[in-house]
């Protein structure tokens, strides 16, 4: 089983709509989590970290649910601009103290006017 | 702050050839850089973890006398690809952590390596 597993889509959504994506690992102490937005032929940009509690920038809420060892991407009103490859990526315990990131495959989202 | 490069952002060369990338962070020493692939539509792998001043450690299936990595000072890694063959073509993108910063990483723009 991989370390961190992801629907790798496409999601073609119509602008305006809400989409979500889910994101899950295997490791149960696994210490950090984040998503990263990922566009053709460039490097992955930090979108967000994820808090236990949950939080929200703007229209991207995040999630994490220790219990079920997933987290979650929501995206309220969808742009045309949002069109990306999004990759959820963890920081298991079995890193130490490289704490080195595990990504998931990515899940491609394009964005239709 | 936090900018990392990547020199060259792309390459072609032969087979048989040796090609070296280099990741610098700009602004800022980084104790801790990383190095990872990308085949097409395939996720970032996590090759090789390199810190200042030791040896860098590989990941399982990672040949480090292929894919040797320096990381000399505190704002250099270079990454050598050594007797590239075509299907070691790929994106290659190396990231650095700031000292003291224990999560996020900064990620280069990514070197395209084509092994013709």
């Known amino acids: 089983r991989k370390e961190v597993e992801q629907d790798p889509g496409p999601f073609n959504v119509p602008e305006g709509a809400t989409v979500a994506f889910n994101c899950t690992y295997s490791?149960?102490?696994?210490?950090?989590f984040f998503w990263y937005r990922q566009d053709c032929r460039k490097e992955p940009k930090l979108l967000m970290s994820?808090?236990?509690s949950g939080n929200e920038d703007g229209r991207f809420t995040a999630q994490l649910n220790r219990a079920s060892q997933y987290i979650s991407l929501l995206i309220r009103d969808s742009k045309l601009s949002d069109s990306a490859t999004y990759l959820c990526?963890?920081?298991?315990?079995?890193?130490?103290?490289?704490?080195?990131?595990?990504f998931g495959s990515g899940t491609q989202l394009t964005v239709l006017p | 702050g936090a900018v990392v490069s990547q020199h060259p952002s792309w390459v072609i060369c032969k087979s048989g050839t040796s090609v070296k990338i280099e990741c610098r962070s700009l602004?800022?020493?980084?104790?801790?850089m990383f190095w990872y692939r990308q085949f097409p539509k395939q996720s970032l792998m996590l090759m090789a973890t390199?810190?200042?001043?030791?040896?860098?450690?590989?990941e399982q299936g990672v040949e480090k006398d292929k894919f040797l990595i320096n990381h000399a000072s505190l704002t250099l890694s270079t990454l050598t690809v050594t007797s590239a063959h075509p299907e070691d073509s790929s994106f290659y993108i190396c990231?650095?952590?700031?000292?003291?910063?224990?999560?996020?990483?900064?990620f280069g723009p990514g070197t395209r390596l084509t092994v013709l």
């Open positions: 990231s650095a952590r700031r000292l003291g910063d224990m999560n996020e990483q900064f």
């Open positions: 490791n149960s102490a696994s210490q950090s």
């Open positions: 994820v808090y236990s």
């Open positions: 990526a963890v920081i298991p315990i079995s890193s130490g103290s490289a704490r080195q990131l595990t």
């Open positions: 602004d800022f020493q980084a104790t801790t």
């Open positions: 390199s810190n200042e001043g030791s040896k860098a450690t590989y």
